[in-house]
Structures are given as C-alpha cells and as structure tokens.
C-alpha cells in the first residue's frame, strides 16, 4: 500500500482568512459611512471595539482574534 504525504499551505489559508475578515470589515465601516482606515487602526491602537461596526455583521471578534495572533 502506498503512503502519501498531505501537504497543507497554512500561510495561504491565513492569508485568505485575514483578507476575508478585513474585507469584511473595511465594507461594513465603509457601507456606515465611517473612514475605514482610521476606524480599523484606532482598534488596533486602542483595542476599543467601538471603532468597529456591528453592522452587516462585521465579524469583530474574528477581527480581535486575528489581531492578538499577528501582534
């Protein structure tokens, strides 16, 4: 019987993950009429989620998490 090895790309999945919730994010903060840059980088100063809508179901706990692993 042969043996194969299964290789996963994790740095691409990650990759695909960070871009999905930061689209995600970015469009939300956008879509309310908020500056998407300056609303994503005041969390990331300040850890403050009120820098970050709710709205269109922005996923701001995906968006913490991501930020405690990069950082």
Do not use: C, W
């Amino acid at each position: 019987m042969e043996e194969f090895t299964r290789k996963f790309n994790v740095a691409q999945e990650k990759d695909a993950e960070i871009r999905h919730i930061l689209t995600t994010v970015y469009a939300a903060l956008e879509d309310k009429g908020y500056n998407p840059i300056n609303q994503i980088v005041g969390y990331i100063l300040s850890e403050d989620p009120t820098y970050i809508t709710n709205h269109n179901n922005a996923p701001l706990r995906p968006l913490a998490a991501l930020l405690v692993r990069i950082v």
